[in-house]
């Protein structure tokens, strides 16, 4: 098939377009620069050469997102974009890649990340909405940013299900492949974990000596969390966890 992957440089993506590539698929990864191999040039941001980076492909996974810049504008407006200049005739399959809990957690990135996702609904394309969990080495860089010298504060009674990149990535690819869901699936790690099994497990791999205290954090985005809004309802698990992703 003609794959085109979006955000396909991030640490999902290239991931992803390399499953492919391995299962025989011609596969091109769009960028606003376009460089690199398989690279094609279309901007989201703006609509720039959208039309012609998009023309001919049978499968779009769509996994560029902007989490630390305008998410609206990005995720959202990008996301309208996209679904303005797919080739219509040609699609077969288009998989946008969410997050698990983006219509539980009351929290603004996950609020466009759902809104994206409606965009989707609404266009009448073959579209699989898939939400996976937060990945191991993005949890390692939370946990790494909150450590206070040897404290290391986390919200007490958080639930969490982190997944592997590898894992979500071939399960992306298989997804990719397959026939459109028209709706959302869910795809989580091997285990249920509390933050604090969490960041005393990374605690005592990475940075010996430090001290894990579990706080309470009041507000709506922490008692969903606490009651498990970021933990996927149903759908395939991955295999590594994260304890041996640690030890690798």
């Known amino acids: ?122 266009s009448g394309l073959p579209v699989t909405l898939l939400r996976i969990t937060q990945f191991h080495d993005f949890v390692d860089q939370l946990l790494d940013t909150a450590r206070r010298g040897p404290l290391l504060p986390v919200p007490m009674g958080w639930r969490l299900q982190p997944v592997d990149v590898a894992d979500a990535a071939a399960h992306t690819a298989e997804v990719g492949v397959g026939s459109p869901a028209g709706g959302v699936v869910e795809f989580g790690g091997p285990e249920e974990l509390t933050a604090a099994e969490v960041a005393r497990a990374w605690a005592a791999a990475r940075e010996p000596g430090t001290h894990v205290v579990a706080t309470p954090v009041p507000g709506r985005l922490s008692a969903a969390v606490r009651d498990g809004a970021a933990l996927p309802t149903g759908g395939p698990r991955g295999r590594r966890t994260y304890a041996e992703h640690l030890r690798g």
């Open 1 to 122: 098939m003609d794959v085109l992957v979006t955000g396909g440089t991030g640490r999902l993506g290239r991931l992803v377009v390399e499953r492919l590539s391995d299962g025989g698929h011609g596969v091109r990864r769009m960028s606003r620069r376009g460089t690199g191999p398989g690279g094609v040039r279309g901007d989201l941001a703006t609509g720039r050469d959208l039309p012609a980076a998009l023309a001919g492909a049978e499968v779009v996974v769509h996994a560029a997102s902007d989490a630390r810049g305008d998410y609206w504008e990005a995720d959202v407006a990008g996301t309208r974009r996209l679904v303005q200049a797919v080739d219509r005739d040609r699609l077969r399959h288009l998989v946008f890649v969410s997050i698990v809990g983006v219509d539980r957690v009351p929290y603004g990135y996950y609020h466009a990340k759902y809104a994206a996702e409606q965009v989707l609904l609404a």
